[in-house]
């Protein structure tokens, strides 16, 4: 019997003999990098929704937290036995553990034969040959620091979507204490502009008209480049040229960057979507520090303050994390303040993860897991009414729908603001912009009707 893997894995439209399955941990970044692969593999390989049927399964893995890792291992557990009823199959592991574990992964999994970081990825044909021809347990996770990613000149492998992520920059030179992006991703490197517009002209053909611009730190971008372009400037390059095809969103931002020049663009160009994505990470000014965040709250709420301003309409969303080390009661409660000050649209919140090789690690006043779960739900609790509330202003309201796809008997289609909803109607709509009159608000999605 087949089975179907639906979960974290994405069917890319591709011709070659052989047959690859692509699985994805992780952020939206893996996800554009899982397609990256796809077009790598292009002529060799066909995408097979089977794992059963793959000659290669390539999982890109994410070590942000330790419970993307553990996803990791219960998998390649599994795929112990497939490769012991079909030892041609090649399995490769990709992203972020890789870079981390390197070769100590084939101690621990011997039936893995590739392991790949994400700056080598682009190096996958090269790496797969050498395994046709013999080679054993490969592994290719050197981080150069004058790495350039490179341009594949090569269709885009079609995914049939109507929303696509780019990356127009990797790494980060940011050094936040908890994280551990700087030493699995390396340094920040921005893609020439030209790569990218040509890249976006490819996927509006595809028939996409929503794109998401990813970077750990886009606020960067252009940085190192050969052209004289920033942040701003790459936005306003892409409204110009595509302004009237595309809405256009980006993520993610540090708040100590956010540029008074940014925070004009959300009034100006009109295919920049009313959405910003703004992790604040904690309320604490003293957590902060000890985070090496390089902002108070004062001067993030001052931003977000300017923001609403030009743009009252404008989704605000965030990324928290509780009980960092030394994060007293008073701290959080000053997180919960923040909440209510500030009411998120959306917030999404994690119990800090110790990461190996950050500097966190060292810090003393670890704060208990049963502590940590407490404060979690404490404040998932607020930010479930919260983001009700603040849904609940659409009700009643008209608002721009572009429609995504087909979920059940429903439509699924996005506001600028980045809401989810759902709507009654045929699937000749996929794709279109709708005028939708939203009647019920709830968690996270709104329910809505088609105005003809
Ligand atoms: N523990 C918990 N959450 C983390 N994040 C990053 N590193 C950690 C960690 N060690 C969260 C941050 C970041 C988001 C992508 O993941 O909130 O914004
Ligand atoms: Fe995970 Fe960060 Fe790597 Fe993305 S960049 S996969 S979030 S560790």
């Avoid at 920049?272 to 309320?283: D, F, K, N, R, T």
């Amino acid at each position: 019997m087949k089975s179907l893997v639906t979960e974290n894995h994405q069917v890319f439209v591709s011709k070659g003999p052989k047959k690859c399955h692509i699985i994805t941990f992780g952020c939206q970044m893996n996800e554009y990098d899982s397609k990256t692969m796809a077009q790598l593999l292009m002529d060799d390989y066909q995408q097979t929704p089977f794992l059963e049927e793959a000659d290669l399964i390539l999982i890109n893995t994410c070590s942000i937290r330790e419970k993307a890792e553990h996803k990791l291992y219960s998998l390649l557990g599994r795929l112990k036995r497939l490769k012991k009823r079909n030892p041609t199959l090649k399995i490769g592991v990709c992203g972020c553990v890789a870079q981390q574990l390197g070769e100590r992964l084939f101690e621990r999994m011997a039936h893995v034969d590739l392991v790949i970081g994400p700056q080598g990825l682009y190096r996958l044909p090269i790496l797969l040959k050498a395994l046709e021809e013999g080679e054993k347990h490969i592994t290719d996770t050197t981080l150069r620091d004058d790495f350039d990613i490179p341009f594949i000149d090569a269709p885009l492998p079609r995914v049939g979507d109507v929303r696509a992520y780019l990356t127009i920059m990797q790494g980060c030179n940011n050094f936040c204490t908890y994280c551990i992006v700087p030493y699995v991703r390396g340094r920040e490197v921005s893609r020439p502009s030209e790569h990218i517009m040509k890249e976006i002209e490819g996927l509006i053909e595809q028939g996409v008209k929503d794109i998401t611009l990813l970077g750990q730190n886009v606020n960067s971008y252009g940085r190192g480049l050969n052209e004289n372009i920033d942040f701003t400037g790459l936005l306003k390059k892409i409204e110009k040229a595509f302004g009237k095809d595309i809405r256009l969103r980006f993520t993610t931002s540090h708040p100590k960057d956010l540029s008074d020049e940014l925070i004009d663009c959300f009034k100006e160009l009109q295919s920049l979507c009313e959405h910003l994505h703004l992790p604040v990470q904690s309320g604490s000014n003293s957590v902060l520090k000890r985070m090496n965040r390089h902002y108070t709250i004062e001067a993030y709420l001052e931003k977000l303050e300017k923001l609403r301003s030009l743009c009252p309409e404008i989704t605000i969303t965030t990324d928290l994390i509780v009980g960092f080390p030394g994060e007293s009661r008073d701290d959080f409660q000053k997180t919960m303040e923040l909440l209510k000050k500030v009411r998120y649209d959306q917030a999404f919140a994690f119990k800090y993860s110790e990461r190996p090789g950050t500097p966190a690690v060292n810090f003393g006043q670890k704060v208990p897991e049963e502590e940590k779960s407490k404060r979690l739900n404490e404040l998932l609790e607020l930010q479930n009414q919260i983001g009700l509330e603040q849904y609940k202003k659409l009700e009643g309201k008209v608002v721009e729908v572009l429609v995504e796809g087909v979920k059940g008997d429903q439509l699924v289609g996005r506001t600028r603001g980045n809401h989810i909803v759902n709507i009654e109607g045929e699937s000749e709509l996929v794709g279109r912009i709708m005028n939708v009159y939203i009647e019920k608000a709830c968690h996270h999605s709104l329910n809505g009707k088609v105005m003809h």
